[in-house]
């Protein structure tokens, strides 16, 4: 009796406490969900953008190449560049012929040299704590085995039955699962040109959305899921609020799980998980969020962007901080080509960040906000926007290392954790550098990530001036930016 007794107390606890955990289909339960600290903690992870796109893998530059589909079916364009519209159409007649199908990409798309082991070798040396392929994007192919995209387009639509014939998610999320890094998904909600959702809307989201989805996250069960697409519909419409609900329940995923906010028209940055800026150099905000941009500028592989229009490794490594700074992560993009290689500029890159996380990380990961992101010198803090429609990376520059006559520059960057305060400096000081509104105690431990011995340091009117060390280009302990480190 009393075992009896025993054993009905525990269902009652544990119905009562899986109760109090179970998300409603409603974005107040969703929103109660606290969004997992490892997100917080991982200030950088790596976007992919790859599908049959990446094979004419060409738009005119300033536009992203991964819309293809969409700008030489609507006879379209925009981006950062004065267009036509006419220019993808053009490009496509003349190498490809006007009855050729982006359809016929998919089998084009071979991914041959595809080898998930050293991609997910090449995300652990660059440093991120993260990545998010494109699992399908919105031209509605899929990267994995979906019958339910076969069905609703009424042909072959994933990489298992053309193309490549391989499971290309599943082959990345084992490899990636070998390293420390956290496998994320990107799920485009919608899909441009999918009958279904061009002829009846609600057949799509339960017929084709919701189970496809489902498939997707039962087969995989991924840390971090980046949702897109979702903005000509409110959410209501997408059902997300009950698929949310199914993912948070059932889905079987780990209570680590991240979503983002693109779940419906007007639903970023107000619900769900963490806020996702694009191009974006000016968002700041409590809440968790994250900025994600190309390396260059499209997000799929561009054959027309040239090595000048990458950023380089010094403007990435800014770029990082100071998104960082400001309380965010870094979503930074990649586009492989068709064989299923990272190219060698993007891969360069990469490892450039990896080196400086190398000596730099403890500023990086694991930080938070401080009290105020940056030290501005004098001068107007107004600077002129770089790109006509998306803001270039080089914003950055223009704020640190090289800004036009009369304009500001942030001369420090903050972050924090307890008892610790980071403080990035984008030049290297001469001699020394006055730190304001910083009063550290007398016991206080300041140093530079990178080298060993401590550094001196006295109080001025406004702050304290700390002293760097006259090092060579042997001795210096990296490139680009560099710590001092405040230990109370």
């Not at 441009?192 to 809307?201: G, Q």
């Not at 080509?337 to 730099?360: C, T, Y």
């Amino acid at each position: 009796m009393k075992r009896y007794t025993l054993i009905c107390l525990v269902l009652i606890l544990w119905t009562v406490s899986f109760a109090q955990n179970k998300i409603e289909p409603n974005w107040e339960s969703i929103d109660a969900r606290p969004i997992p600290e490892w997100f917080s903690d991982a200030k950088f992870g790596i976007f992919i953008h790859w599908g049959p796109y990446s094979v004419p893998a060409w738009t005119p530059k300033g536009t992203y190449s991964e819309w293809y589909q969409y700008w030489l079916q609507k006879k379209t364009l925009f981006g950062n560049g004065d267009f036509s519209g006419k220019e993808v159409v053009n490009f496509h007649n003349d190498r490809y012929g006007e009855d050729y199908s982006y359809y016929n990409f998919g089998e084009e798309f071979k991914a041959e040299l595809f080898d998930a082991d050293e991609w997910a070798e090449l995300f652990k040396k660059a440093g991120a704590k993260y990545i998010v392929p494109t699992t399908k994007h919105h031209d509605g192919f899929c990267l994995w085995p979906s019958e339910t995209a076969n069905q609703t387009w009424g042909f072959p639509w994933n990489s298992v039955d053309i193309g490549p014939k391989r499971d290309l998610m599943g082959e990345l999320t084992k490899a990636v699962r070998k390293t420390d890094v956290k496998m994320g998904m990107y799920y485009s909600v919608y899909e441009w040109f999918n009958p279904l959702y061009n002829s009846d809307l609600d057949r799509f989201v339960d017929e084709h959305l919701h189970p496809q989805f489902k498939d997707l996250i039962s087969k995989y069960k991924p840390d971090l899921i980046f949702a897109d697409g979702e903005w000509d519909h409110p959410a209501e419409k997408w059902k997300s609020q009950e698929l949310l609900a199914w993912l948070f329940n059932e889905s079987g995923c780990s209570d680590d799980l991240v979503i983002n906010d693109r779940w419906g028209k007007g639903i970023r940055f107000n619900h769900a998980g963490y806020y996702t800026a694009e191009y974006d150099p000016t968002y700041e905000g409590d809440h968790p969020w994250e900025e994600c941009r190309g390396m260059g500028f499209s997000f799929g592989y561009n054959r027309a962007e040239d090595s000048w229009d990458y950023n380089s490794p010094q403007n990435l490594v800014l770029l990082l901080v100071d998104v960082v700074s400001r309380g965010g992560n870094l979503l930074l993009d990649i586009g492989p080509d068709a064989d299923g290689k990272i190219p060698p500029i993007m891969q360069d890159r990469l490892l450039s960040m990896g080196a400086w996380l190398q000596v730099n990380g403890e500023a990086i990961y694991g930080t938070r906000k401080y009290e105020k992101t940056c030290q501005w010198s004098e001068g107007s803090k107004d600077h002129p926007k770089v790109g006509s429609h998306y803001t270039s990376a080089t914003y950055v520059l223009k704020q640190t290392v090289d800004p036009d006559p009369g304009y500001a520059v942030k001369e420090v960057f903050f972050t924090q954790k307890p008892g610790l305060l980071y403080c990035i400096l984008p030049k290297y000081p001469k001699e020394s550098i006055e730190i304001r509104d910083i009063h550290p105690s007398s016991s206080a431990k300041i140093s530079m990530l990178g080298y060993k011995q401590a550094l001196n340091w006295v109080r001025t009117r406004d702050g304290i001036r700390v002293e760097v060390p006259a090092l060579i280009p042997g001795e210096i302990p990296c490139q680009h930016a560099w710590t001092i480190r405040i230990e109370e």
